[in-house]
Every structure is written in C-alpha cells, then in structure tokens.
C-alpha cells in the first residue's frame, strides 16, 4: 500500500442552493484530520445560474445539460484558479459538482433498476483548465452498490466526531438538511432528515426578492401559523425510515407553490413557519430515529442554516433542554465551507484508494471507494 502523506486540495462543492461555488484550499493528514487554509465562494455568473434553475426544474433540453456540464465545469476551474493565483497549485482537486438530479428510489424499466444522480462540471475541464489532477463524481458508486449515494458527509463526520467520546447529531443545514449520528457505543448513521433552507430560499426570493433570509430577520419579523405548520409536517416523507435521503427534485418549486395555497396571506409569516418547519422536522427526525437508539449530548449545526438567526432560535426551542446545541465553529470546522473539508477528505481517500463511504448511512451493500480520477 502506497505510504499515506499528507496532500494539499482544493475541494469545490455547489450544493442545492446552487448560490455559489464554495471552494477551499484544505490540508487533509495521514490521520484523516483536515485544516481549511483559505476559502472562497465563488458566484456563479448570473445566466449561468439561471439556466442551472432551468434545469433544475426540468425546463431543459439535453442540449442544455450537455452544454451546462462544460460551462459548469469552467465556471469550477475559475474558482480554483483564483486560490491558485494565491497559494500555488495543489496536489490535485477534488469536486463535489453541481448536482441537477438525484432518484435515490429503486423503479425498474425492463427489470433494471432506475436509482441514479447527475452531479454535472465537467471534471476533464477542470483539470485541463487547471493543471491538476481532479478528482470528483463520488456518489455513483455508492448507487452502484445499491446505495442511495447519499448522504456522503457522514464519513467526514465520523472522523472528525468519533475520537470525541461523546454522543452528537451532526447536522448540517445546506438547501437540504442532513444528520450524522455520531456516538461512542453505537455505529456510525445517518440521513436526511428534510428541507434545509430550500424552501425558505424560495419564499424570500418569491415574497422579498432577496436571495436568502439573512440571519433569520425576515423570520423573526413575523409569527409561526401553527396549523399550517403541522400540516406541512404531515409530508410522508417525515415518517419514512432511514437510510434515506431526498432533495430538490422532491422539495421542488411545485411543492412549495401547492403548499403556500394554504399559506398565511403575511410574506413574513410564511418564512418564519417554513423556518420553523426546517427547525421542527430536524427535532421530530430525532425524536423518531435517533434518541431510540442513541442517548445525544450535543447537536452541531453546520452550513448556511447556522447563521440564520431564527432557525437557531427554533431549533433551541424544540430540542430537548439538556441536550447542548452548538455550531461547527466550537471544534474548529468552518460553519461555511464543513461539506468542502468533507469532499477534500473524501477525495483524499479516493486518491489513496481508501474507502469512504459508510453503508449505514447510504443503504450501500458495502464499503467502496468512491470517486473517479481525471488527469490533466
């Protein structure tokens, strides 16, 4: 086996939000650990990003999707090579891409399985357009060993978390939100547990033409409809058991656009009850399929979801008093760029050809090594 050293990586990462490239140059060691030396988001150009919500909601050819993968894929290098321009190439690269679809769900054509995800950035345009090997397409063969692909941090999780000794959730909140259960007594899983700030994103962009609800103001503004609340939370999905794992394709524009007709008619009323039903589905996810299993001390929030000021507030109020709530900052993990430390970690294990996913969490019939190489 080839001796382990440690490997400088620029790892990219572009999640359901689709608001940025997150990119990050991370020192991963022999021991696993990672440092994040500088990151950056990156903004996608304004009509690249709008055909990417074009293909999102299906509104595209597969002209459209081929050309995307390319403009993607250059739009991934240019970040990289802005951290290039500062701190020198890297040992190679390791992409998450841009996923534009997931079907984690067993249909059969002809007898043959249909669970499939397309992570489009072209990885050969990253490489070429950087120098540096790049390594990138990490979900498929979890699919392939008849997982869900999803959810791939949980891996970073138990690294990073297990040599603690103590019982965490670790939940990141990205457009989807997703739990790893990290524990001294009990192996290693976890999930997605619903919509992070997918929905949010799509009332404020609806409602106030913003982005994104920054630090939860418009959120704290207004008051929770708790009818409305409790019917949004009657979604099968809620109830299903793990492992599982969902994203845009179910909690799409059409969702929300069927489940605001029974909406509060005040704007600021719908982004507090959807904030709170991210804050709500992650409590009511523990309380079904964690806390049976695992005593948990500690809950620690990463992502965007960490900054958002009413989300925190929710999430205080629902989960139990004696259970601790924290944020990755409090271990030294960025809040921001956590899944790019993650991809930096699970790319290091591809190039080491160490595997790296965790069938508990995926449905996967076994370990493997994910991740496809692309030289430059």
Same mark, same amino acid.
């Given at each position: 086996?080839?001796? =382990?050293?440690?490997?400088?990586?620029?790892?990219?990462?572009?999640?359901?939000?689709?608001?940025? !490239?997150?990119?990050?140059?991370?020192? #991963?060691?022999?021991?696993?650990?990672?440092?994040?030396?500088?990151?950056?988001?990156?903004?996608?150009?304004?009509?690249?990003?709008?055909?990417?919500?074009?293909?999102?909601?299906?509104?595209?050819? &597969?002209?459209?999707?081929?050309?995307?993968?390319?403009?993607?894929?250059?739009?991934? +290098?240019?970040?990289?090579? #802005? !951290?290039?321009?500062? /701190?020198?190439?890297?040992?190679?690269?390791?992409?998450?891409?841009?996923?534009?679809? /997931?079907?984690?769900?067993?249909?059969?054509?002809?007898?043959?399985?249909?669970?499939?995800?397309?992570? !489009?950035? @072209?990885?050969?345009?990253?490489?070429?357009?950087?120098?540096?090997?790049?390594?990138?397409?990490?979900?498929?063969?979890?699919?392939?060993?008849?997982?869900?692909?999803? *959810?791939?941090?949980?891996?970073?999780?138990?690294?990073?978390?297990?040599?603690?000794?103590?019982?965490?959730? &670790?939940?990141?909140?990205?457009?989807?939100?997703?739990?790893?259960?990290?524990?001294?007594?009990? +192996?290693?899983?976890?999930?997605? $547990?619903?919509?992070?700030?997918? =929905?949010?994103?799509?009332? &404020?962009?609806?409602?106030?033409?913003?982005?994104?609800?920054?630090?939860?103001?418009?959120?704290?503004?207004?008051?929770?409809?708790?009818?409305?609340?409790?019917?949004?939370?009657?979604?099968?999905?809620?109830?299903?058991?793990?492992?599982?794992? $969902?994203?845009?394709?179910?909690?799409?524009?059409?969702?929300?656009?069927?489940?605001? %007709?029974?909406? *509060?008619?005040?704007?600021?009323?719908?982004?507090?009850?959807?904030?709170?039903?991210?804050?709500?589905? !992650?409590?009511?996810?523990?309380?079904?399929?964690?806390? *049976?299993? #695992?005593?948990?001390?500690?809950?620690?929030?990463?992502?965007?979801?960490?900054?958002?000021?009413?989300?925190?507030?929710? =999430?205080?109020?629902?989960?139990?008093?004696? &259970?601790?709530?924290?944020? /990755? @900052?409090?271990?030294?993990?960025?809040?921001?760029?956590?899944?790019?430390?993650?991809?930096?970690?699970?790319?290091?294990?591809?190039?080491?050809?160490? $595997?790296?996913?965790?069938?508990?969490?995926?449905?996967?019939?076994? %370990?493997?090594?994910?991740?496809?190489?692309?030289?430059?």
């Amino acid at each position: 086996m080839q001796e =382990l050293e440690s490997k400088k990586i620029i790892a990219l990462m572009s999640g359901t939000s689709c608001d940025s !490239i997150d990119a990050g140059l991370c020192i #991963v060691n022999p021991d696993l650990s990672c440092r994040l030396v500088h990151g950056i988001n990156y903004k996608y150009p304004e009509h690249i990003q709008a055909k990417l919500f074009q293909l999102f909601s299906g509104d595209a050819t &597969v002209k459209d999707i081929c050309q995307m993968n390319f403009a993607v894929g250059k739009c991934f +290098a240019q970040a990289c090579n #802005v !951290i290039i321009s500062e /701190h020198g190439k890297p040992d190679f690269i390791s992409s998450h891409g841009q996923t534009i679809y /997931h079907f984690p769900f067993d249909e059969k054509l002809d007898g043959i399985s249909l669970k499939s995800t397309l992570q !489009i950035g @072209e990885s050969s345009v990253i490489a070429q357009e950087t120098g540096c090997l790049t390594i990138s397409n990490f979900r498929e063969a979890d699919i392939a060993n008849g997982g869900d692909g999803a *959810p791939l941090v949980c891996f970073a999780d138990e690294k990073w978390f297990k040599p603690l000794k103590k019982n965490f959730c &670790v939940q990141n909140i990205g457009g989807i939100s997703n739990v790893t259960v990290v524990s001294k007594e009990h +192996a290693t899983f976890g999930f997605d $547990t619903g919509p992070g700030n997918v =929905l949010i994103d799509y009332a &404020v962009k609806k409602y106030f033409n913003k982005p994104y609800d920054e630090n939860g103001e418009i959120a704290n503004s207004g008051m929770i409809s708790e009818s409305w609340l409790e019917c949004l939370l009657q979604d099968e999905y809620y109830f299903k058991n793990p492992p599982k794992t $969902t994203g845009r394709e179910y909690f799409s524009s059409e969702y929300i656009e069927n489940a605001l %007709r029974f909406a *509060p008619k005040e704007p600021k009323d719908v982004v507090a009850t959807l904030t709170a039903l991210t804050a709500k589905s !992650i409590a009511q996810a523990y309380e079904r399929f964690v806390y *049976p299993s #695992v005593d948990i001390n500690e809950v620690v929030i990463g992502g965007g979801g960490a900054y958002n000021h009413a989300l925190m507030k929710y =999430l205080r109020h629902y989960l139990p008093k004696h &259970v601790d709530l924290k944020t /990755h @900052e409090a271990y030294g993990i960025s809040n921001n760029f956590k899944e790019v430390m993650a991809f930096a970690l699970l790319g290091y294990c591809t190039y080491y050809n160490i $595997t790296n996913n965790l069938p508990d969490c995926t449905g996967a019939r076994k %370990r493997t090594v994910l991740g496809k190489v692309a030289n430059c």
